[in-house]
């Protein structure tokens, strides 16, 4: 991982006239700092050429962001699905060359990167064939759908030398780095646990997304689709919503349980976790799906010495009726760091002394001490702690927001051309991506097995 890049924070409280903020929300809270974008790419004189393979929902999402970096082109896609192919012409012109078969975006020479934007199942092939035709890769998140895929695609980086990175855009946002550089401060103390979330309440946030009404075996092509996994004969559903079922998806845990270990990874700057219990089950969306819609886990950080041991709770909630909530805390002696999507809080006021009503007549013992012990425990106590020497901490609460349409997934883009430009570390290599991964997998493995894991994330293997 590159060192941390500059951040300039403006505190918008001070009136700054450049990003608006309601007035009634800085009488409320005077501390809302917003952090700065990072600096604008320069335009460079020479052109990364790009292919994406997989056109569906992150596929063009990833292309257009893509191509707001400077010095980027689109040449090729692929797609097994014949309607994405023509919508990737209507969008990016005729110009660009549409592929049923990604093999053929490998063959050209005028490719100089591909973004691997398939279901999880292709990630680890396509990733390791793209590395060893030439090209660099920005794979999807999760890096790999098995764990066995983990070492084979970090030897095949290692190997070919290629640029690789993996898609979890959270290891290069702004606001992340603040979480962590305000942990390296100390501004929580001795971190002790994260508590970390990604809770939906609505059928495409549960992964019912729409299927086109021309879907069958003429336009989809199925056995590329299948690939590696099991073959079964043509079904839409799976196609097309693929992410529920074992086959071709991770669950809800590879899914997104991957973005929060990644921003937890990149805050801590751990390396992972070396215990994994998980329990959960398919309790609202019974819709043919063989994957949980509710996922809870524990995972046991060891002393890493960059970070004291703690406890990471994560869960994944597709039925949270008080609505859709991603929200990560990081707790520690000191004080807690409050993260959404875009803004985090940190809240400090540490252990509290215990002032004379508390111990002597408030929730305490003491109370229930005959009279005359509570009169010579009093005495006592009062000797022992004088009211100077009770200083009760003030609590304090500091702001931070990204800028109103920041975009952490261009950044990560950034980050990705500027190493295949100046042959830079990536911000998120292969084995980033297997350390975020493999505890994603082994929750997924613990609730089928029923059992608690363990994992070595220096060594990148089970124990
Ligand atoms: N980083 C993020 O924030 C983020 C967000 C969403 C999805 N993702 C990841 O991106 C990947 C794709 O997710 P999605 O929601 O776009 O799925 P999707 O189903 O919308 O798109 C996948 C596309 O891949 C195509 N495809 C399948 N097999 C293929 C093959 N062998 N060759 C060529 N094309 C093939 C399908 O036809 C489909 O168009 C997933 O791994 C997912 O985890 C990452």
Redesign the pocket.
């Known amino acids: 991982m590159p060192s941390p890049r500059r951040r300039f924070l403006r505190n918008i409280a001070a009136g700054s006239a450049v990003a608006p903020i309601a007035a009634s929300v800085l009488a409320q809270n005077p501390a809302v700092t917003e952090l700065a974008r990072r600096p604008e790419p320069k335009s460079p004189n020479d052109k990364i050429r790009i292919a994406t393979?997989?056109?569906?929902?992150?596929?063009f999402?990833d292309t257009d962001t893509a191509l707001k970096v400077p010095g980027t082109e689109l040449v090729a896609v692929?797609?097994?699905?014949a309607g994405?192919r023509t919508r990737a012409g209507e969008v990016y012109g005729k110009n660009v060359k549409a592929y049923?078969?990604?093999r053929e975006i490998l063959d050209r020479k005028d490719v100089d990167a591909v973004l691997v934007?398939?279901?999880?199942h292709?990630?680890a092939k396509m990733a390791i064939d793209a590395m060893k035709a030439g090209k660099a890769v920005y794979c999807?998140?999760?890096m790999v759908q098995k764990l066995e895929e983990g070492m084979p695609l970090i030897d095949a980086e290692k190997a070919t030398g290629a640029v690789f990175q993996v898609?979890?855009?959270y290891a290069a946002s702004i606001l992340y780095d603040k979480v962590r550089d305000l942990i390296a401060e100390g501004a929580i103390g001795k971190i002790n646990s994260v508590e970390a979330r990604y809770n939906r309440n609505s059928a495409i946030g549960a992964w019912q997304?729409s299927i086109p009404t021309d879907a069958s075996p003429e336009t989809?092509?199925w056995d590329?689709?299948l690939?590696s996994a099991p073959k079964i004969p043509f079904d839409a559903t799976r196609?097309?919503r693929?992410?529920n079922y074992k086959d071709y998806g991770t669950a809800v845990a590879?899914?997104l349980f991957v973005?929060l270990l990644t921003g937890i990874h990149h805050a801590t700057k751990s390396l992972g976790p070396n215990r994994v219990a998980s329990f959960g089950g398919t309790r609202y969306w019974k819709d043919g799906r063989d994957v949980p819609d509710f996922v809870m886990a524990l995972y046991d950080y060891p002393d890493a010495g960059t970070h004291p041991a703690f406890t990471v709770a994560m869960q994944c909630n597709f039925e949270d009726g008080g609505g859709p909530e991603t929200m990560f805390r990081f707790v520690g002696s000191e004080g807690v760091i409050s993260v959404t999507f875009t803004d985090l809080t940190l809240t400090r006021l540490g252990m509290v002394p215990s002032s004379e009503a508390a111990v002597l007549k408030g929730y305490n013992s003491v109370t229930t001490f005959a009279a005359d012990q509570q009169e010579i425990y009093g005495k006592k106590w009062r000797a022992e702690n004088p009211p100077e020497s009770i200083k009760m901490p003030k609590k304090e609460e500091k702001r931070w927001k990204v800028p109103a349409g920041y975009n952490e997934?261009l950044d990560h883009f950034t980050f990705f051309f500027e190493s295949m430009r100046n042959k830079t570390p990536v911000y998120e290599n292969a084995t980033f991506g297997l350390r975020a991964a493999a505890p994603a997998l082994l929750a997924n493995e613990s609730i089928d097995t029923g059992r608690v894991l363990g994992w070595d994330p220096l060594m990148l293997e089970r124990v």
């Open positions: 393979i997989g056109m569906g929902i992150i596929g999402i692929a797609d097994a699905y994405r049923a078969d990604y934007c398939t279901p999880d292709w990630h999807e998140k999760p898609g979890s855009q997304y989809c092509d590329r689709f690939g196609f097309f693929w992410r590879g899914d973005h997934r």
